[in-house]
């Protein structure tokens, strides 16, 4: 087996392990005082403020081009996702409706059939 101390990728990880060390002290170091905890907190109070800066103009741009904001866009995501709802609520209420006319007449309702076809996508001939 060869020598560790002559062996320069045991002497490469050596040197890389002490500069961790010293690293890690250093920051450890840095990281408990006042003043980087200060310069932390500006730092993100001005990445916030210029988050909410950079959120008004592109508000104004959107409305400027006649396009919905992401909050427009939320809101209606809320009102089609409500509106499906009572859709299913429509549904199954007809769906019981449908099953007691069936019961107090005696005559069973077929069942529609499956769809055999999908409807067309954009762009192909009907």
């Known amino acids: 087996m ?5 062996d ?3 002497m490469w990880q050596n040197m890389i392990g002490e500069m961790e060390k010293g690293f890690n002290s ?3 170091q840095a990281m408990a005082s006042p003043e980087f905890s200060k310069v932390v907190n ?14 008004d103009v592109m508000e104004k741009y959107l409305v400027g081009m006649n396009l919905p904001s992401r909050a427009q866009m ?3 995501a809320e009102r089609l996702q409500s509106i499906e709802g009572q859709l299913n609520e ?8 449908n099953s007691n006319a ?4 005696g005559v069973p309702v077929a069942p ?11 762009g192909e001939p009907k």
């Open 26 to 28: 250093f920051a450890n």
């Open 90 to 97: 429509i549904k199954a209420m007809l769906n019981a409706m």
């Open 8 to 10: 320069p990728v045991a």
């Open 42 to 55: 500006q730092v993100g109070g001005v990445t916030a403020g210029a988050q909410k800066q950079l959120g």
């Open 2 to 6: 060869a020598d560790k101390s002559n």
């Open 112 to 122: 529609r059939p499956p769809r055999t076809r999908r409807p067309p996508s954009a």
């Open 74 to 76: 939320v809101s209606m």
């Open 102 to 105: 069936a019961a107090a007449t």
